[in-house]
């Protein structure tokens, strides 16, 4: 009974919800581990010649997800 509830309540939240706001619960998580992944890369760069490669590395792939997750947001739900 309590699970059959908690999915009742849940599938209204989700119909109530903006689109806007969904898309931003799925894209803020994904976005974050992009940054992290930043600061991985910049705390590499110390080492000159490996770090900054894989700081650039980083850079390049946190871009790609912001792009990305852009044009998540961007979807009319």
Known sequence: MKTLVRISV???LVG???GCFLTKLV?????LVGS???V?????SIL?????P???TFREANGAIDKVMDGVDDIPI
């Open 10 to 12: 849940l599938a209204v």
């Open 16 to 18: 109530t919800l903006s």
């Open 27 to 31: 894209t803020t998580p994904v976005r």
């Open 36 to 38: 992290a992944g930043t």
């Open 40 to 44: 991985v890369g910049s705390a590499l």
């Open 48 to 52: 000159p010649v490996v770090g900054n």
């Open 54 to 56: 894989i700081n650039d």
